[in-house]
T-cell receptor
Framework: DADVTQTPRNRITKTGKRIMLECSQTKGHDRMYWYRQDPGLGLQLIYYSFDVKDINKGEISDGYSVSRQAQAKFSLSLESAIPNQTALYFC?????????????FGPGTRLTVL | SQQGEEDPQALSIQEGENATMNCSYKTSINNLQWYRQNSGRGLVHLILIRSNEREKHSGRLRVTLDTSKKSSSLLITASRAADTASYFCATSSGGSNYKLTFGKGTLLTVNP
């Protein structure tokens, strides 16, 4: 979905390297999320943010950090990448609570850690 | 841990046939959503059904929700090759209104 973009789309890196994945959205949504997806599995929530000043850990935040630079931008960092962080990473946005609202997903970043 | 579990894990049908996928969950929910994912792409929202609804339609999609059995089904009628994708259910429950919990998905293959 062009409204939510992710860069890079593919990245191969080595163990121990610092990696930043970026997400931008033009939907004007306050809420943004980072998920990872492993083959054959559903999505696991890494971090989420309700606005620029509100950032929260998800289910699997260890080894990751995030930065909400603006309403439209939410970056995910791997401070020291390890092979089991090889996965497909998705950014998503929503207007409000998941009780009432769908989430809009970016196209994903495929990360390989050697 | 996954809240929703889809069944079957994989389904292969011929074009024109109907496809039914099921989702079971463990705790009470606020709503249940279905998403589609084409291979290696982002998820696309299909339909949302609230806990007080029993059935919902959108085009060729029909979703049912049985809160007493903690289960939902997604029916795609008159399937097309373009419906080939993975389908995920996701639940929102309790006070966790920030969070969707996704199942592992059903891989649907529609053969031309």
């Amino acid at each position: 979905d062009a409204d939510v973009t992710q860069t890079p789309r593919n990245r191969i890196t080595k163990t121990g390297k610092r990696i930043m994945l970026e997400c931008s959205q033009t939907k004007g949504h306050d809420r943004m999320y980072w998920y990872r997806q492993d083959p054959g599995l559903g999505l696991q929530l890494i971090y989420y943010s309700f606005d620029v000043k509100d950032i929260n850990k998800g289910e699997i935040s260890d080894g990751y950090s995030v930065s909400r630079q603006a309403q439209a931008k939410f970056s995910l960092s791997l401070e020291s990448a390890i092979p089991n962080q090889t996965a497909l990473y998705f950014c998503a946005t929503s207007t409000g609570p998941s009780s009432y609202n769908e989430q809009f997903f970016g196209p994903g970043t495929r990360l390989t850690v050697l | 841990s996954q809240q929703g579990e889809e069944d079957p894990q994989a389904l292969s049908i011929q074009e024109g046939e109907n496809a039914t996928m099921n989702c079971s969950y463990k705790t009470s929910i606020n709503n249940l959503q279905w998403y589609r994912q084409n291979s290696g792409r982002g998820l696309v929202h299909l339909i949302l059904i609230r806990s007080n609804e029993r059935e919902k339609h959108s085009g060729r999609l029909r979703v049912t929700l049985d809160t007493s059995k903690k289960s939902s089904s997604l029916l795609i009628t008159a399937s097309r090759a373009a419906d080939t994708a993975s389908y995920f259910c996701a639940t929102s429950s309790g006070g966790s209104n920030y969070k969707l919990t996704f199942g592992k998905g059903t891989l649907l293959t529609v053969n031309p």
